[in-house]
């Protein structure tokens, strides 16, 4: 059973430029968080997603970032417009329906705008 | 809000001695809490989880955890540390309610093992 995918695992993009993240979770799980790491810190949670549904984006910045989990196909976290300060790692979590406690974490995409 | 503190940025151990490294939380309810181990670029894996239950908890790769309400702690311990233990430790606590399923995550502990 492989295990949740992330990629790519490092992306490099220009201040202005769109960075897209894609996450696909493990077989049979139906819930994707997504989260972000800044140097030195832990992991602060951005957002969680069910098919098709946006349930909790309580830690996503208000502009230039969304996510989605379509019916077909991996969860998206697209930044628009990058800029320094999103230079960061994100991670990817996957959980099954009901087991929305314990969830599996991705490598991570490794983002750095120069 | 749930929170939790991870007191020691970093601890310097050798190699063969026990490790312990600490962590607080704050929750207004019986929490759940886990111990992640991120390698250098690499993911979180998941070492041990705590839920209910006895409150000593048995992880993968030798590690244990002790959950203490009284404390409001759950450090994680290793009785003999091999190199291969070198990484980050992140503690981590949630989801706070049955509608609420991020987790907090402390800042981290590196670990370093010396020969």
């Known amino acids: 059973n492989a295990g949740v995918m992330q990629n790519p695992r490092h992306l490099v993009r220009r201040r202005g430029q769109e960075a897209r993240l894609r996450c696909s979770p493990m077989k049979g799980h139906s819930h994707v968080y997504w989260y972000r790491q800044l140097p030195e810190e832990g992991l602060k949670f951005m957002v969680y997603l069910q098919k098709e549904n946006i349930i909790d984006e309580s830690g996503m910045p208000k502009e230039r970032f969304s996510a989605e989990f379509p019916k077909e196909g991996p969860s998206i976290l697209r930044i628009q417009q990058v800029v320094r300060g999103d230079s960061a790692a994100y991670f990817c979590?996957?959980?099954?329906?009901?087991?929305?406690?314990?969830?599996?974490f991705g490598p991570g995409t490794r983002l750095t705008v120069l | 809000a749930q929170s939790v503190t991870q007191p020691d940025i970093h601890i310097t151990v050798s190699e063969g001695a026990s490790l312990e490294l600490r962590c607080n939380y704050s929750y207004g309810a019986t929490p759940y809490l886990f111990w992640y181990v991120q390698s250098p670029g690499q993911g979180l894996q998941l070492l041990l989880k705590y839920f209910s239950g006895d409150t000593l908890v048995q992880g993968i790769k030798g590690f244990e955890a002790e959950f203490k309400r009284s404390q409001s702690s759950f450090n994680l311990r290793k009785p003999s540390v091999h190199w291969s233990d070198a990484a980050e430790y992140f503690c981590?606590?949630?989801?706070?309610?049955?509608?609420?399923?991020?987790?907090?995550f402390g800042a981290g502990t590196t670990v370093t093992v010396r020969a």
């Open positions: 981590a606590v949630g989801p706070e309610g049955s509608n609420d399923y991020k987790l907090s």
């Open positions: 979590a996957s959980s099954p329906p009901a087991g929305a406690y314990e969830q599996f």
